[in-house]
């Protein structure tokens, strides 16, 4: 998805935190999360270790208006949380769909933080799609409830590589109508 596509990226409000662009002032927590094993292992393409200079050229493409995915910082400031409690994102497909995905700092888990973010990205709709689909790996189920609690629906299974487990894994695929 090129970022001219959709004008420029909107800033989403939520009760206890705002989805805003990535900026760099980001890059210190997206390092110290995105370096925890915990976070690595259940993405595609986060590696660990967390190589020096990863979490530039992340935030570097993420701010690129010429990126395929557009991200999103999930901001608690407004709250008195951290700049940064984790990343969620959207990557346009064929036939009006996105692909959405995300993670949160292992601080903030199971605090209901994810499934907020996925509601109002959902809501606000930022590419004006159709449909959204999201995987997650089969020994993630927190994941999965993220995805049914905000109204996904089971499709199949699945597999795909993970970078920080050097493997391709078993993986769940949902999809929501919006």
């Excluded at 090129?2 to 927590?29: C, H, N, W, Y």
């Excluded at 993420?62 to 940064?84: Q, R």
């Excluded at 692909?99 to 109002?120: D, K, R």
Aim: charged share 20%; proline share 6%; net charge negative.
């Amino acid at each position: 998805m090129k970022m001219d596509q959709i004008m420029a990226q909107p800033i989403i409000e939520a009760e206890r935190f705002t989805l805003r662009p990535v900026r760099r002032s980001d890059m210190g927590l997206i390092e110290l999360y995105a370096g925890d094993v915990r976070v690595a292992k259940m993405t595609t393409s986060i590696p660990h270790p967390y190589p020096p200079g990863a979490a530039e050229a992340f935030v570097t493409r993420a701010m690129d208006p010429e990126t395929e995915a557009v991200v999103w910082a999930i901001d608690g400031t407004k709250a008195g949380e951290a700049e940064l409690l984790g990343l969620i994102n959207l990557k346009q497909m064929d036939r009006n769909q996105s692909e959405v995905g995300y993670w949160v700092a292992p601080l903030f888990w199971n605090t209901g933080l994810a499934s907020e973010a996925l509601e109002v990205l959902i809501a606000a709709n930022p590419l004006k799609n159709a449909a959204m689909f999201a995987s997650v790996f089969q020994d993630n189920p927190a994941s999965a409830r993220v995805l049914t609690h905000c109204g996904f629906a089971y499709l199949g299974d699945a597999e795909i590589y993970s970078v920080a487990r050097d493997a391709t894994v078993p993986t769940w695929t949902y999809s929501r109508k919006l």
